[in-house]
């Protein structure tokens, strides 16, 4: 089974900052078949890119998702307050584990 | 708008069992595969369960296999989740979700979620 590994654990920054968060697998995705998720405090998980860099919708364009074979980004290219959160990776190829998730906290 | 709520969560003791319901509105309910998520305190997520739109096919992570089961009821829009032989490991909030291409499962929509707690 494909083991997720998101790095880093937390990242520290400021509103505005453009954040970048890794997911890398232990093995090949097929077909790129990597989706990612934001959990808010006390919230459930939402859709935030599926198929690697395809944003689900009414996600804002300051999220992108780029990568292929075993590494993967994403990327918020300028903070705003909502999106200090959790982020989830997530392989959804021939089978369907999460990495450990990387919080963004405001520093 | 297209919503998923669950319920049935509560504190239970190790053996016993809990059965968890998913009401979806607002959406073609038969036409999704639905999955169970849970997420131990503090920890990530873990695929539980998937059920097909036609409850034809489910299936289930290896530690829940033999425990639980899952049922759908398209008249009520609603998947069961029943969970039988809980143990402290069980202890989570259980989330439903809604995957929307078959055979690729990941999730567009996501219930608020239930709390199960195993505890004697």
């Known amino acids: 089974e494909i083991v997720l590994t998101q790095s880093p654990g937390t990242l520290s920054l400021s509103p505005g900052e453009r954040a970048t968060l890794s997911c890398r697998a232990s093995?090949?995705?097929?077909?790129?078949?990597v989706a990612w998720y934001q959990q808010r405090p006390g919230q459930a998980p939402r859709l935030l890119i599926y198929?690697?860099?395809t944003r689900a919708s009414g996600i804002p364009d300051r999220f992108s998702g780029s990568g292929s074979g075993t590494d993967f980004t994403l990327t918020i290219s300028r903070l705003e307050p909502e999106d200090f959160a959790v982020y989830f990776c997530q392989q959804y190829g021939n089978s369907h584990p999460f990495g450990g998730g990387t919080k963004v906290e405001i520093k | 708008q297209e919503q998923l709520v669950e319920s049935g969560g509560g504190v239970v003791q190790p053996g016993r069992s809990l059965r968890l319901s998913c009401a979806a509105s607002e959406f073609t309910f038969n036409n999704y595969a639905i999955h169970w998520v849970r997420q131990a305190p503090g920890k990530g997520l873990e695929w539980v369960s998937a059920t097909s739109s036609d409850g034809t096919y489910k299936y289930y992570t290896d530690s829940v296999k033999g425990r639980f089961t899952t049922s759908r009821d398209d008249s009520k829009n609603t998947l069961y989740l029943q969970m039988n032989s809980l143990r402290p490991e069980d202890t989570a909030m259980y989330y439903c979700?809604?995957?929307?291409?078959?055979?690729?499962?990941?999730?567009?929509?996501w219930g608020r979620g239930t709390l199960v707690t195993v505890s004697s």
């Open positions: 093995q090949s995705v097929s077909n790129n078949y």
């Open positions: 979700a809604r995957s929307v291409i078959r055979g690729l499962w990941y999730f567009d929509l």
């Open positions: 198929a690697a860099s």
